[in-house]
């Protein structure tokens, strides 16, 4: 659902709002492709002790690229209210602000993102991750998408349009 104000009390004056809610489906290659190989560049510090490498070396990791038939859906919800006003033929401007939460986001989990992820203790989504040898060595990484969390901001834009008649053309900055 959505729902938009608009108010124009005066002529060169407009003050608009509006809310919304909304949602984006994982779309169909995420949900069923075939497993493919993928041979990423990762750097962690781990790995190299186990390795004998200097720490922070960067090693080529073998692993698959997989599906998620579990992803759900990402919901979100939108705020936005603001002026625009014109008080010449030549100026106008308009004011917004914004807040925008979207939960469940879909995200592509990258080999260095899995790696850093583990190293920080931060979740992981089911199914992918970094399978390790006893000694700290990583063997394989599995990559693909998941629903992570929730993402949030909020901001102020700021439009401002200056348009001048050169008799050959105009110039708007």
Same mark, same amino acid.
């Given at each position: 659902?959505? *729902? ?7 002529? !060169? ?28 560049? @990762? ?62 986001? *879909? ?33 394989? *990484? @599995? ?13 102020? !834009?700021?439009? @401002? ?8 053309? !105009?110039?708007?900055?």
């Amino acid at each position: 659902p959505q *729902i938009s104000v608009r108010w124009e009390p005066m002529e !060169d004056l407009v003050v608009r709002g509006g809310w919304g809610q909304g949602f984006r489906a994982p779309t169909l290659d995420i949900l069923t492709q075939k497993d493919s190989f993928a041979a990423d560049s @990762v750097s962690d510090d781990t790995h190299c002790a186990a390795l004998n490498l200097e720490v922070g070396c960067s090693v080529q990791i073998n692993g698959p690229r997989t599906a998620n038939p579990n992803l759900s859906s990402e919901q979100s919800e939108q705020l936005s209210v603001g002026i625009a006003y014109q008080p010449l033929d030549s100026l106008s401007f308009s004011l917004d602000y914004f807040d925008i939460e979207i939960e469940e986001r *879909i995200n592509f989990f990258d080999a260095q993102e899995l790696v850093n992820r583990e190293a920080a203790g931060d979740p992981i989504p089911a199914g992918l991750g970094v399978e390790r040898l006893p000694t700290g060595a990583i063997t394989r *990484i @599995v990559q693909g998408y998941g629903n992570d969390g929730t993402l949030e901001t909020s901001g102020v !834009d700021l439009n @401002v349009k200056y348009s001048q008649d050169l008799g050959f053309g !105009d110039l708007t900055s």
